[in-house]
């Protein structure tokens, strides 16, 4: 699932590409991917697109907005007129060669990696193809979670699946992130700051760096924190996402920048995820992999002890 730094990436992406025009024909492939009426979109000019924890929006001219969320396979690929067929980078992607053509002025991807970044579209995971004045913007999804929903612009925010968000980091303060902590005080802290109506936007990228930054072990009791250590994985969680947003995402072939090169928080400035067995380069000790709540969690074991608020 694409995380907050990605989806924001996505949406900067987005901006460059479809921001200010307007969107011609709508067509639906998969009645659960699109709710709402495809005929308050035809016809209307895209004046914002808005991000809300890992949601965007699109806002019309008309006073209506669509909310898209990619959840777990999700994407959204812009092509302009006549690059439908696709063409085949994944060798280059394989060398390393991250500055195509493939997200040049003409197209731009983002999402959960899968062939149709590369084939010819629309395919059998297009779920709802947008024509638009200067191209095609495709809607995939593999396994059909993700959606876009029309609604009134004036009811994005009172939508229950956006009221129900906690703030992000950024927007919160330690005594709101308290708060929302208290309600889950006998809860394991990695699970419960991946709730999104807990703080918005992390996932299990960011819950491992953050966690690691404010020196926290993964199963600690959410109870068990203490007011500076509440402060001090707020904190946190804003630097690891801000690290990650002004990196590009973290992943490669996924999450590309604007400019076409690669998002490379993972290479740049990962401190835990996907390091274990490397030294750690706080302490020198060697990262390990569990398991927390079903997801693989990577931890310090010595600059996160797990007991050590016993001491």
């Keep these: 699932m694409p995380e907050l730094p990605e989806v924001e990436t996505i949406r900067r992406g987005l901006d460059q590409f479809i921001l200010r025009k307007h969107v011609q024909t709508v067509q639906v492939f998969c009645d659960k991917s699109f709710i709402g009426q495809k005929e308050l979109v035809e016809g209307q000019e895209i004046i914002a697109i808005r991000r809300f924890g890992k949601a965007l929006i699109f806002d019309f001219a ?14 959204l690929i812009f092509r302009a007129f006549g690059e439908e067929s696709g063409k085949d980078y994944r060798e ?23 062939d149709s970044f590369f084939s010819e579209l629309p395919n059998k995971q297009t779920r709802v193809l947008f024509t638009l004045e200067n191209g095609t913007l495709y809607f995939n999804d593999q396994r059909k979670f993700g959606f876009c929903k029309v609604l009134e612009t004036s009811e994005v925010m009172q939508d229950s699946f956006i009221k129900k968000l906690a703030k992000e980091p950024w927007q919160m303060s330690v ?13 394991e802290i990695k699970p419960t700051i991946l709730d999104q109506t ?27 924190l203490s007011e500076a250590e509440i402060s001090d994985l707020l904190e946190a969680a804003k630097s690891v996402m801000q690290a990650s947003i ?6 490669m ?22 390091r274990e067995g490397e030294p750690c380069n706080r302490c020198g000790t060697e990262i390990i992999k569990i398991k927390v709540a079903g997801r693989g969690t990577h931890l310090c074991p010595h600059c996160q002890q797990k007991n050590l608020w016993f001491i």
């Design 175 to 187: 005594a709101e992130f308290s708060k929302n902590l208290a309600r889950h005080k006998n809860a």
């Design 92 to 114: 280059m992607i394989e060398a390393g060669d991250f500055k195509t053509s493939l997200y040049d002025e003409k197209s731009f991807a983002g999402g959960h990696p899968t």
């Design 62 to 75: 008309n006073g209506v907005s669509m909310m898209v969320h990619l959840r777990m396979t999700g994407q």
């Design 246 to 251: 002004d990196s590009g995402g973290s992943t």
């Design 198 to 224: 807990v703080i918005a936007g992390l996932g299990n990228i960011y819950a491992d760096e953050a966690l690691f930054l404010a020196k926290i072990h993964p199963e600690r009791l959410t109870g068990s």
């Design 253 to 274: 072939a996924t999450y590309v920048k604007a400019d076409g090169t690669r998002g490379d928080y993972l290479q740049k400035f990962a401190q835990v995820f996907r």
